[in-house]
């Protein structure tokens, strides 16, 4: 059983910055793509970035430049540094594996607002 446990999220003003952790057990990160993914009110829940075994990262087109992920095998954590946020950041962001388990975390709120 994957338990995901989300961390790092909040309210922020436009423009400021955000870092969001997710520590995983049940299953070992360093095997496996994992990612983060996000749903807004109303919305689908959509990719943000994975990051892959060898460290080389994705992103969607709507974050690119702005957000990092990145990952500790060691501590089987993943991290997403999120820079210059904009409102239409705002959403509930989850960690999952890329493809995605069945098995979503609580997710954590980040609210991009002034």
């Known amino acids: 059983q994957v338990q995901l446990v989300e961390s790092g999220g909040g309210l922020v003003q436009p423009g400021g910055s955000l870092r969001l952790s997710c520590a995983a057990s049940?299953?070992?990160?360093?095997?496996?793509?994992p990612g983060w993914y996000r749903q807004a009110p109303g919305q689908q829940r959509e990719l943000v970035a994975t990051?892959?075994?060898?460290?080389?990262?994705t992103y969607a087109d709507s974050v690119k430049g702005r957000f990092t992920i990145s990952r500790d095998n060691a501590k089987n954590t993943v991290y997403l540094q999120m820079n210059s946020l904009k409102p239409e950041d705002t959403a509930v962001y989850y960690c999952?594996?890329?493809?995605?388990?069945?098995?979503w975390g609580r997710g954590t709120q980040v609210t991009v607002s002034s």
């Open positions: 990051i892959t075994q060898g460290r080389f990262p």
């Open positions: 049940g299953r070992i990160f360093s095997n496996y793509a």
């Open positions: 999952n594996f890329f493809p995605p388990s069945p098995s």
